[in-house]
């Protein structure tokens, strides 16, 4: 049942945290080059900011159910709920979950207001933050050298991810919204190649900071086969490799074929299996962040 429990609050964290950084992605990188006119441009970014409304109210709940499944393992039954629940808010896990709690709370009002005003840098900037969430709370911040540096790595790899999954996502959004509008026979073809780009770049931090962290938990390497945790890590970088061919397929034999009814039809067939696999990534990833590595 913990098992349960660990991988479903950190995939619900997790997919939280991907909608929001996949629609601020697009809001900056991909609307700006995919949209036809002023009036598209303006439709996308209010469907982004519905994406990112999505992802916040999503990381608000896995936010809540990670302090829950905390205060369940912290508690002592000596003591009421509430005592238990105020003891768990004053350590330093605790201020870190409070801010986070708030952040998200505020992520969601900016995305939901955000195609009537300015709240667009207030979203990215909260999106942005709360990415560090993880790595305040895992295996980064408690490494004894390079503290900083590794959290910083931690932040860059949910970053990347975001960037990845979130972004295949918006892009999927994106084209469901178009299709239905006059200017939906292209839409699919216009945003994939600005994605692709950030695909690569994302895909790169990805793997370098996954070395970074796989070098610092990992004391040699017969600890993957030895160590849970390195037998997590195998099955994720399986998966990972998986969600790679799906997206090296779609972009060296899917993406010539945009623009036709069938092409376009393979790809959104494809990404869907790119985004399913890739959910199994994160569940993988949650049970990594509960999972003590090798010297910790």
Do not use: C
Not at 85 to 95: C, E, K, V, Y
Not at 171 to 191: E, I, K, Y
Not at 216 to 235: D, I, Q, R, S
Request: aromatic letters at 10%; charged letters at 15%.
């Amino acid at each position: 049942m913990g098992l349960v429990l660990n991988g479903a609050t950190g995939w619900i964290l997790f997919v939280g945290l991907v909608l929001m950084t996949g629609a601020v992605v697009a809001r900056w990188f991909i609307v700006p080059t995919a949209s036809a006119s002023a009036d598209e441009a303006r439709e996308m970014r209010g469907g982004m900011a519905r994406l990112g409304t999505v992802g916040s109210a999503v990381l608000v709940l896995g936010i809540g159910l990670f302090f829950l499944r905390q205060l369940v393992e912290f508690r002592d039954p000596a003591f009421p709920w509430g005592e238990e629940a105020a003891l768990l808010l004053s350590t330093p896990w605790g201020r870190t979950w409070l801010k986070a709690a708030f952040a998200s709370l505020a992520a969601t009002v900016s995305f939901a207001f955000a195609p009537r005003g300015g709240s667009w840098w207030m979203a990215t900037g909260l999106t942005l933050a709360l990415g560090a969430f993880p790595a305040l709370t895992g295996h980064a911040s408690a490494v004894e050298r390079f503290t900083g540096l590794f959290v910083l790595a931690d932040a860059t790899h949910v970053w990347a991810a975001g960037a990845w999954i979130g972004g295949l996502t918006a892009v999927l959004w994106l084209d469901r919204t178009a299709r239905r509008s006059d200017a939906g026979a292209n839409a699919l073809s216009r945003l994939v190649p600005p994605f692709s780009r950030i695909a690569m770049i994302a895909v790169a931090s990805l793997i370098a900071t996954g070395v970074l962290a796989s070098w610092e938990h990992l004391p040699e390497p017969k600890a993957l086969l030895t160590t849970t945790w390195g037998n997590l890590l195998v099955a994720k970088l399986v998966l990972v490799a998986g969600v790679l061919a799906i997206g090296a397929y779609n972009f060296r034999v899917l993406t010539d074929r945009l623009g036709s009814p069938d092409g376009d039809a393979a790809m959104r067939r494809s990404a869907a299996l790119e985004l399913a696999v890739a959910q199994l990534v994160l569940i993988l990833t949650a049970l990594l962040v509960r999972t003590s590595p090798t010297g910790h």
